[in-house]
Nanobody
Framework: QVQLVESGGGLVQAGGSLRLSCAAS????????MGWFRQAPGKEREFVAA????????FYADVVKGRFTISRDNAKNMLYLQMNSLKPEDTAVYYC?????????????????WGQGTQVTVSS
């Protein structure tokens, strides 16, 4: 198993930046595909970004492509999401997720392990 703890959320003005972090503990971090998802009030959880075990492949939702960057540091057991040019519609609770199988990168059911989430609020 792996335990995930997100941090780095907060309140930021539109156009600003935030960097989310996800600390992993437990089994070898490099064994896991990793992803970021978000859920806004009254909406379903949606895919944001994902990264392969080695970090060599990344995937993004169209709505964040070009603004967000996912990365990982396997030596430090850390996952990151750099968010630039933030918009009010990016406001949500952001979750990191992990899976050691071969499921989908972009679907929430492709991940077995989830953090507790961190709130991101973008003011207009």
């Amino acid at each position: 198993q792996v335990q995930l703890v997100e941090s780095g959320g907060g309140l930021v003005q539109a156009g600003g930046s935030l960097r989310l972090s996800c600390a992993a503990s437990g089994r070898t971090f490099s064994s896991y595909r990793m992803g970021w998802f978000r859920q806004a009030p009254g909406k379903e959880r949606e895919f944001v970004a994902a990264i392969s075990r080695s970090g060599g492949s990344t995937f993004y939702a169209d709505v964040v492509k070009g603004r967000f960057t996912i990365s990982r540091d396997n030596a430090k057991n850390m996952l990151y999401l750099q968010m630039n040019s933030l918009k009010p519609e990016d406001t949500a609770v952001y979750y990191c997720a992990a899976d050691d199988g071969v499921g989908s990168y972009t679907l929430s059911r492709g991940y077995d392990y989830w953090g507790q989430g961190t709130q991101v609020t973008v003011s207009s």
